[in-house]
């Protein structure tokens, strides 16, 4: 019995035993919750870029950017047939609401439904992007607004229910010390670890590390990868990722004037363009670009003083010759690409694993909050299944690998890692094999391993710690010797 | 090294002609006051901080701002010591060990090895600062440039607030009282934080003089919007704070190429004209009141002497009166500087109180702060949580450990004024007794009103004075440093990987009760430390400050009983005078007397002008 089968058998008896209590309808929707998408949320420090970085995945200008304080609600964007939005209030039911889209970004007309009164907004939109996951976009943290940090607080820790999210990307410029505290409210206490499972760190507009230099991404990989070393990073997030969101935004949406506007202004010598560049007044203010100074205000708007320099540069140096070319190479350098293959092979890859533990953490409050005859029993269901579950005994590996509980030599980690799904979860991926591998090299790779742990395992030596890790691995491997999807 | 030449040479004028008066009256004690006046004159730099938050543009702004490379600017590493600018005829750099300091030394007078100005980023940035050999953590850096900006002027740049795993920003607070006036940085990708703001707050409180540089406005083509937006907050938060928009790369540009355009482009005039006429012109300006408060006085303790010598020759008669009188002063003055004298056994028995209420005080605060941090530890899992633990336990004793020093720093000013007000009562009896027997009266009672008023603060000044020097040494540097020594051990985690099924719960919070238990005994043996750290430097400090007002007052003192011995000399004398010498000895006397009370005017002058 698969682990999604065996929670959705869990449900079952869940519901059998509040019947007719109020509780009915929200263990239907923990049900509803295993069924849909993977909910994956994107938080992050006021002005991180969130609502830029969702556009840039979605590839549209969907939600509101601005350079004050912009997003002040909860917002989930999940595809659909229809193009609509619902308001969900804290109290009462939820009504459709009016919209228009205004300058590309959705403009939701709220009448007169004070922010702070809405639990969030949904809006249902057709894209190919939304298909597997649904986002949730949501304030900043560290808002000069109170009430705005607390509506993103009350969300990814609410006092008494689970977190909707089944996953994050959690945004930060530059780290601070008070970004540590915000990763820590996603561990869980069950799985008694912090859990760097569910969660990516994304250092967002990386291109403005570098003061918008043209090595500026060179620069923010740097910076990510020692974040990545960082053991406190470590252990809150599975690994760092820079990305420049407004590049990869525009470049996601780039129409053929704008390419064409930067043709006008990579027709200039480099160095007057570099000399135009030295300020973003002074490219507005450069009347020798052969272009209105809206249009020049519109692609600083649009790309930033990196993104114009760099889309000149490859322009100019004729890496790249038409809008498609421009697009895919700024989205290229824009870092999105990675943060797209994260999503893959981190999250959707074991996504039923992450529902499944998002639904039976939930389950386990709600009948631990409301005892009735028979919850007693569920309970020890939900903990065999918690405990017993091989998906969950890697996830308690890892976080004891990031912990730093279980130590070993760092190659040996970094091959835990890597067999437990940090590199993807298919099989190639754990085996450190190219995604093409056949199913032969897969086995015999896999057979190797096998050896190799099952000697580490026994040695009297290895530690006792280690040996027990050892076991999941070898069972990890097992899996995958049988698993012939 | 030679203090730069200041322009006010107003100042000086009438601080040397006091000195060389001194040195005919052959007083020498007055001249050792006069001296360390210039002195302040001539070389107290007005300290200018740039705060702000991690990564805005700080080390850019001072570099931008003396032209030159000076701070190490980098993408990702930061800051991490503070690093202090001065003007000097030639470039040279220092850096400042953590075995090289010495709280009784100020700062600014620390010597410290002498390095390539080329190799300061090594020094200053995160990695060589968290060297493992705490006595060879470098702790400042002082730099020497010969740049015209630079006149007068001190500037620090500081490791920033925040960043991944510092403690650092506490310091940086605690230097903030101190500053002559403070430039916050914040730049133009987004409108001021919650935390900003919070700080901004806290800067204004302890340094009125406060401005904000918008910085990266190069960068960034919606400034102008960030600006007003920013300026909306700082409105509503009630602070009366200048926004300057400003662009370092602009200026770079501007100096290489001599563009005067593209400089006042990039906003940095505007912070120049702040730096000149905020910082250093009102610096000169305290200089200046304070050189006209020491004249006047040194003036009056002159006067003395001749005064009461004149009412003895022009009226014999009361000649014996006189010098009774003047006999019965002296033994004023020999109390005043006694061991029994009021303001000596307050100033004695102020600092034993205040040794004990620092430490009662911090006593308190450390008992709160382990009760907050019990309540965290059985709200959490050790576990999970000691990693974030330690800096937040780090940060939060460094704040209570800043409130207990400005607590004390209060109470110094306090008592520093308690004494100053008895010393005041004793030796104004001195003066008015010396003052009944002067015919002319060279010092109006409005002008003693005045002498009274403008010396008060300046004595009240007098321990926070004797904080400055400390002040720095033992909060920037000593408090962080034993902190730094100090550290709060590993929790051992137990088995990590609980395979099982049945005993999962139960072993869990077995272990996690054990880990709790750890956690609070390693966080009480932290404070502990901590404390015996606290409250050495505070009596230390205590103790410092008590010498400084004693050695100032017992000068007073001596200058007074000196004056009165000459007076009583000078009348006795005169009482001895021959009737044909009288008349002759009168007319000298009121020519001296008439050059000591120009001299005095134009002190009063200066003290004067220097309210405008």
């Keep these: 019995m698969s682990l999604l089968d065996e929670t959705v058998a869990l449900l079952d008896d869940a519901r059998r035993i509040y019947a007719g209590s109020e509780l009915a309808d929200v263990i239907d929707d923990l049900g509803t919750r295993l069924a849909a998408p993977l909910r994956v949320a994107i938080a992050g420090k006021v002005k991180s870029g969130k609502s830029t970085l969702l556009n840039a995945l979605v590839g549209e200008q969907l939600a509101p950017t601005d350079e004050g304080e912009c997003t002040k609600i909860v917002t989930w964007y999940r595809d659909g047939h229809t193009y609509q939005v619902l308001l969900v209030p804290h109290e009462g039911e939820p009504r459709q609401v009016p919209f228009v889209r205004e300058a590309g970004s959705v403009e939701v007309d709220l009448g007169d439904t004070a922010p702070g009164d809405i639990e969030r907004l949904d809006i249902t939109w057709p894209s190919q992007q939304l298909r597997d996951v649904t986002l949730i976009d949501t304030p900043g943290i560290g808002s000069l607004s109170t009430d705005i940090s607390d509506r993103t607080w009350s969300f990814i820790r609410p006092d008494d229910d689970d977190t909707p999210a089944d996953a994050v990307l959690y945004l930060m410029k530059h780290l601070h010390a008070g970004d540590l505290d915000f990763l820590a409210t996603f561990h869980d206490t069950e799985v008694s670890q912090p859990n760097p499972v569910n969660a990516i760190g994304v250092l967002s507009r990386a291109d403005e590390i570098g003061v918008g230099r043209l090595d500026a991404l060179g620069s923010a990989n740097r910076i990510a990868a020692r974040y990545r070393r960082d053991p406190r990073v470590r252990r809150l997030v599975q690994t760092v990722v820079p990305v420049a969101g407004l590049l990869a935004e525009s470049a996601a949406t780039l129409t053929e004037d704008e390419y064409r506007a930067l043709v006008v202004v990579a027709d200039r010598t480099p160095k007057e363009t570099e000399e135009a560049l030295l300020s973003a007044d002074r490219f507005v203010d450069t009347p020798e670009i052969a272009l209105t100074s809206l249009e020049r205000a519109h692609l600083l708007d649009r790309f930033g003083i990196f993104g114009v320099r760099l889309a000149t540069m490859l322009i100019r140096r004729e890496v790249v010759a038409n809008a498609r070319e421009l697009s895919a190479e700024l989205l290229e350098r824009s870092g999105l690409d990675e943060v797209r293959e994260l999503l893959r092979t981190l999250f959707l890859q074991r996504r039923d694993l992450l529902k499944s533990r998002s639904a039976l953490f939930a389950l386990d409050r709600l009948v631990g909050e409301h005892p009735v005859p028979g919850a007693d029993a569920l309970r020890s269901d939900i903990e065999r299944v918690l405990a017993g579950a091989h998906g969950f005994a890697e996830l308690r590996v890892l976080s004891s690998l990031r912990a730093g509980q279980v130590t070993a030599r760092d190659e040996v980690v970094k091959e835990m890692e890597r067999l437990l799904g940090c590199n993807g979860a298919a099989p190639a991926r754990r085996l450190g094999l190219d995604d093409d591998a056949s199913r032969a090299e897969i086995e015999t790779t896999a057979k190797e391993a096998l050896a190799a742990w099952r000697r580490r395992a026994e040695n009297p030596l290895t530690q006792h710690d280690l040996q027990v890790a050892g076991q999941v691995i070898i069972r990890t491997l097992e899996g995958l010797l049988t698993d012939r999807t | ?612």
């Design chain 2, 1 to 612: 090294m030679t203090p730069p030449t200041t322009p006010d040479s107003a100042a000086q004028t009438v601080v040397d002609n006091a000195l060389r008066a001194c040195s005919a009256f052959g007083r020498e004690d007055l001249m050792a006051r006069l001296e360390s006046t210039n002195a302040a004159l001539a070389g107290d730099a007005a300290h200018v901080v740039v705060v702000g938050e991690f990564k805005q543009g700080k080390s850019s702004l001072v570099n931008a701002l003396v032209a030159a490379t000076i701070c190490p600017v980098d993408d990702d590493i930061a800051t991490a010591v503070p690093t202090f600018l001065r003007e000097a005829p030639s470039p040279r750099a220092e850096v400042v060990y953590a075995d090289d300091l010495d709280p009784e030394i100020p700062t600014a007078e620390l010597v410290g090895e002498r390095i390539d100005l080329n190799d300061l980023h090594q020094y200053v940035t995160e990695h060589r600062a968290l060297d493992r050999n705490l006595d060879r953590t470098v702790r400042a850096v002082n730099i020497w440039l010969p740049r015209r900006i630079l006149a007068g002027l001190t500037l620090v740049d500081t490791p920033g607030v925040g960043g991944l795993g510092s403690a650092h920003n506490t310091p940086t607070m605690g230097a903030l009282p101190l500053a002559d006036a403070v430039v916050f940085v914040t730049d133009a990708s987004q409108e001021l934080t919650r935390a900003e703001l919070d700080f901004l707050h806290r800067a204004h409180d302890a340094c009125d003089n406060l401005v904000v540089a918008l910085t990266k406005t190069d960068l960034y083509p919606q400034w102008r919007k960030i600006r007003d937006l920013d300026e909306d907050h700082l409105r509503r938060a009630g602070l009366d704070v200048e926004i300057l928009p400003i662009s370092a790369p602009l200026r770079v540009r501007a100096v290489q190429g001599d563009d005067r355009e593209l400089n006042q482009a990039s906003g940095y005039p505007a912070l120049v004209r702040f730096l000149a006429d905020r910082v250093v012109k009102a610096a000169q300006r305290n200089a200046q009141r304070n050189a006209g408060v020491e004249v006047s006085a040194v003036c009056d303790q002159l006067a003395s002497q001749f005064s009461s010598e004149r009412s003895a020759l022009a009226d014999p008669e009361r000649a014996q009166a006189i010098v009774d009188d003047l006999t019965e002063t002296k033994v004023r003055t020999e109390a005043l500087r006694s061991q029994a004298a009021r303001w000596n056994q307050t100033l004695g028995d102020g600092i034993a109180d205040l040794v004990a209420d620092v430490e009662h005080d911090y006593r308190g605060r450390t008992r709160m702060l382990l009760k907050e941090c019990d309540a965290a530890i059985d709200n959490s899992d050790p576990a999970d949580t000691w990693s974030e633990f330690e800096p937040w336990l780090s940060e939060r004793v460094s704040r209570e450990v800043l409130e207990n020093y400005r607590f004390l720093q209060d109470s110094a000013a306090t008592l520093s004024a308690l004494v100053a007000e008895h010393f005041q009562d004793a030796s104004g009896e001195v003066l008015d007794q010396l003052a009944i027997h002067n015919p002319i009266p060279i010092m109006g009672s409005t002008t003693i009103d005045a002498t009274v008023d403008t010396e008060k603060p300046s004595a009240a000044a007098r321990g926070f004075t004797a904080l400055r020097g400390s002040y720095m040494g033992v909060l920037m540097f000593t408090m962080i440093g034993s902190m730094v020594g100090v550290a709060l051990g590993p929790v051992a985690i137990g088995i990590g990987v609980i395979m099982g099924r049945k005993t999962l719960r139960e072993e869990k919070q077995r272990q996690v009760a054990n880990r709790r238990v750890q956690a609070k005994n390693a966080v009480r043996k932290y404070t502990d430390e901590v404390t015996f750290h606290v409250n050495k430097d505070s009596r230390d400090t205590l103790r410092r400050v008590q010498r400084q007002l004693r050695d100032h007052y017992s000068a007073r003192a001596e200058e007074l009983h000196r004056s009165t011995t000459e007076a009583l000399k000078a009348a006795n004398l005169a009482a001895k005078q021959l009737e044909s010498d009288r008349a002759k000895r009168i007319a000298d006397i009121d020519a001296e007397l008439a050059r000591i009370t120009s001299l005095r005017d134009m002190a009063q002058s200066l003290v004067v002008g220097s309210a405008k």
